[in-house]
């Protein structure tokens, strides 16, 4: 009950914080390889934000039994990054735009889940070698590769992240990358101490979910915080006027779907997605978060680059959100 109560809560936090100021992750990649860099930089002070809120939250009791940091593989990191950006590009969207799209009335987001469940069960069947360079823990993460305390390098990275987000314009959704990073910052470190509340060991992510339910154990935290996350993108949707239950195009529903496939496995390859690396795993500063992170950019663009020159893709084009 506790489990998932305080997930339900979570991904509500979570999901109104992305539903309101317009955070879906491929939103912000596509729109900073343009040059509009409100949403990447809202992220990187959430990241900041989060940084610090789990630095004090590792000095608490509360935060003993959560996990520290994530193993580096850099193949599978790499790998799974990239099919994550492509995937993004196919499905118009991130995993987690999926979740609280879909709270927000996009009916078609739910193709794209169902392509998403598929795709984490078909890579469970890949197999995928190479090294593990660091095997988790602080010693994965930068910190821990520098031997310098957390608090060393995530407040200076908050004083770095609220200056590039200072005086920056609102985002098309209305909030400005101050606000929005901000509070999804500290949504997210709410929700880690939830995570321990409830007993599960990791913040917000989406990896793991469809195969424990699949084996027949389902993680109920995490079960619930992708339900809350749905919630979370009604109500916010709601507050902000723009709630629009609302169907696809045919062409638009195959991309969600293939696109879908991608992000699962992406992220099952990875060991997270967007959530699981872009914020819960880059809060706690490690290597491998950074690497995925760099390598969903990468696919983005090399999705977007070859969308262009397919002619699939309008070189003109503004991504926005659905």
């Known amino acids: 009950m506790v489990a998932a109560l305080t997930g339900i809560i979570s991904g509500v936090l979570v999901g109104y914080c992305l539903q309101r100021g317009g955070l879906c992750f491929h939103t912000a990649t596509r729109t900073a390889l343009r040059g509009d860099r409100r949403l990447a930089s809202a992220w990187l002070l959430a990241i900041a934000v989060a940084a610090v809120g789990l630095t004090l939250l590792y000095a608490l009791p509360l935060g003993d039994d959560l996990n520290r ?3 580096f593989r850099p193949v599978r990191n790499i790998v799974g990054g990239l099919t994550i950006g492509v995937g993004m590009v196919v499905a118009r ?8 799209k879909l709270g927000a009335g996009m009916l078609g987001a739910a193709v794209g889940l169902v392509g998403w469940a598929g795709g984490e069960l078909l890579a469970r069947h890949l197999e995928i070698g190479g090294p593990t360079w660091l095997s988790g823990g602080d010693g994965a993460t930068f910190p821990g590769v520098v031997d310098l305390p957390r608090a060393v390098v995530a407040v200076p990275l908050l004083l770095f992240a609220i200056a590039v987000a200072r005086g920056q314009r609102a985002t098309d959704a209305g909030w400005t990358p101050l606000r929005l ?4 910052g500290l949504a997210v470190t709410a929700a880690w101490a939830l995570a321990a509340v409830g007993g599960a060991s990791f913040g917000p992510s989406t990896v793991g979910a469809v195969s424990g339910v699949a084996d027949g154990r389902p993680p109920t935290w995490l079960v619930c915080f992708l339900l809350g996350l749905i919630l979370g ?7 902000a006027g723009t709630f629009d239950v609302r169907g696809e195009r045919g062409p638009r529903y195959v991309g969600l779907l293939l696109g879908g496939v991608l992000l699962g496995a992406g992220g099952w390859i ?3 997605c967007n959530l ?3 914020l819960s795993g880059a809060a706690q500063l490690d290597i491998s978060s950074l690497v995925v992170i760099a390598a969903m950019t990468l696919g983005t663009a090399a999705a977007v680059a070859v969308g262009e020159r397919l002619g699939m893709l309008e070189r003109s084009s503004t991504p926005r959100i659905e």
């Open 93 to 100: 969207t991130c995993v987690s735009g999926l979740f609280f």
């Open 69 to 71: 940091g994530l193993a």
């Open 181 to 184: 990073g901000t509070l999804l």
């Open 276 to 278: 699981g690396h872009g």
């Open 270 to 272: 990875a060991g997270g």
């Open 233 to 239: 993108g009604a109500v916010a949707a709601r507050a």
